[in-house]
């Protein structure tokens, strides 16, 4: 089974820029499609972007559109967030997942593989 390993979280200030990475180990993450999710106490885990593979086609939820960009390495075996002019209803855990198939819907409950999250907190 594949482990995913986020790092990258932080603590920046609002208009900043953080890049999070998604390293897969224990197998290849060919054929999986990446996801990012992200969740702030008391709410439900919130979609943000998504990579299907081999294609590499992309997904970025309305609410991070044109701030976030979701892309790969796949010689790495990683996938990386780049959220740019972060703002404080940014913070939140943010969590790498992945399902060994494709589907046009990004529920949570979809992805089975996740890593242990990295925390993002926004704040001046």
């Known amino acids: 089974q594949v482990q995913f390993v986020e790092s990258g979280g932080g603590l920046v200030h609002p208009g900043a820029s953080l890049r999070l990475a998604c390293a897969a180990s224990?197998?290849?993450?060919?054929?999986?499609?990446m996801a990012w999710f992200r969740q702030t106490p008391g709410k439900a885990r919130e979609f943000n972007a998504a990579?299907?593979?081999?294609?590499?086609?992309?997904y970025v939820a309305d609410s991070v559109k044109g701030r976030f960009t979701i892309s790969r390495d796949i010689a790495k075996n990683t996938v990386y967030l780049q959220m740019n002019s972060l703002k404080p209803e940014d913070t939140a855990v943010y969590y790498c997942?992945?399902?060994?198939?494709?589907?046009?819907?990004?529920?949570?409950?979809?992805?089975?593989?996740w890593g242990q999250g990295t925390q993002v907190t926004v704040s001046s």
């Open positions: 997942a992945g399902r060994p198939y494709y589907s046009n819907t990004y529920y949570p409950s979809s992805f089975d593989s």
């Open positions: 224990g197998r290849t993450f060919a054929g999986y499609t």
């Open positions: 990579i299907t593979q081999p294609s590499g086609s992309t």
